[in-house]
């Protein structure tokens, strides 16, 4: 879920990091806004077999994963994981209650992926490490706001860039469940804004 409202934050901080990316989508036009983001590799999902491209661009498993989709996708991620890899669950969309195919896409992998992300587990699959959750768990507050310090300053540096989605307007606290379900329904790309307060006024 490269392209989505976390997804496009992790592509580029990845980046920033110097590291060499791979991000998983389900459009063209999606993978276009990733590789204007600096992604190297994108794997249209719906088009190629993830499993098979990540075996030809890293032969020796992925570094490092950061993982919301779940289900099968889960999977392949893990069989392409290096040996001492490190894989962040950061949610598992395709298991979330509004999919109807939720049950099956969970008995698709070796993990039960919503305790992972909701208990926040750390788990060793071997040498590898699975982390079900990056929320600080001491000193949380000031953990975060050294972090959305970080964001803020990136942003302001043009070295972040915050995609949002224009698909659809959503004005007003009333718009939220809208807007959420906008967001499950893996159309957008970036992040889902409801517009409330001072704002929607001077519109």
């Known amino acids: 879920a490269a392209a989505g409202g976390a997804g496009h934050f992790a592509v580029q901080f990845a980046k920033l990091a ?16 990733l590789a204007r983001l600096g992604c190297d590799h994108v794997i249209v999902h719906t088009a190629e077999d993830v499993g098979a491209a990540l075996a030809r661009l890293c032969p020796d498993g992925c570094d490092v994963v950061f993982e919301g989709v779940g289900g099968a996708m889960l999977q392949t991620a893990l069989d392409h994981l290096a040996d001492d890899g490190r894989l962040l669950q950061v949610g ?31 788990v060793k699959r071997g040498a590898q490490t699975l982390y079900g959750n990056a929320w600080p768990r001491e000193n949380a507050l000031a953990a975060m706001r050294a972090c959305k310090e970080r964001v803020l300053a990136r942003h302001a540096a043009g ?19 809208d807007a959420i379900a906008h967001m499950l329904s893996g159309k957008t790309t970036g992040k889902v804004v409801v517009k409330i307060g001072e704002e929607v006024a001077q519109e």
């Open 92 to 122: 598992a969309i395709s298991e979330y209650p509004h999919n109807p195919a939720a049950a099956d896409e969970g008995a698709r992998n070796e993990l039960d992926a919503l305790s992972l992300f909701w208990e926040g587990k750390t």
């Open 18 to 33: 110097g590291a060499t990316v791979i991000g998983t989508t389900s459009t063209e036009a999606k993978a276009a806004a």
């Open 159 to 177: 070295e972040l860039v915050a995609l949002v989605d224009d698909a659809e307007a959503f004005i007003g606290l009333e718009r939220t469940s």
